[in-house]
Nanobody, 124 residues
Framework: VQLQASGGGLVQAGGSLRLSCAAS????????MGWFRQAPGKEREFVAA????????YYADSVKGRFTISRDNAKNTVYLQMNSLKPEDTAVYYC??????????????????WGQGTLVTVSS
């Protein structure tokens, strides 16, 4: 199984980026998917998650109203649209897949699979 994240880059504060995570999981629609991030010198933290159907989403307070997670089960892909970016959003962003559901993914933060990470840098 591979989770291939892409879409990171350098953007000015206030700008937008869209991250994608393509999953080579045969039963992708069985998995809750999420995004986590790790800033330099800090622990990895939860950003956003989406249920297997896309019907439920959950966000960290720090990104609520600015980031939107979505998925396309036909393409085995999950997205993270990031708007109004701030310098404190600078981090390596990782996608994650969890078969035990949305709550499990958020509470345990130890998913079945991790992607390789994509770097987002927001300049002030």
């Amino acid at each position: 199984v591979q989770l291939q994240a892409s879409g990171g880059g350098l953007v000015q504060a206030g700008g937008s980026l869209r991250l994608s995570c393509a999953a080579s999981i045969r039963t992708f629609s069985d998995y809750a998917m999420g995004w986590f991030r790790q800033a330099p010198g800090k622990e990895r933290e939860f950003v956003a998650a989406i249920s297997w159907s896309g019907g439920s989403t959950y966000y960290a307070d720090s990104v609520k109203g600015r980031f939107t997670i979505s998925r396309d089960n036909a393409k085995n892909t999950v997205y993270l649209q990031m708007n109004s970016l701030k310098p404190e959003d600078t981090a390596v962003y990782y996608c994650a897949a969890e078969k035990n559901g949305l709550g499990y993914l958020i509470q345990r933060a130890r998913p079945d699979y991790w992607g390789q990470g994509t770097l987002v840098t927001v300049s002030s």
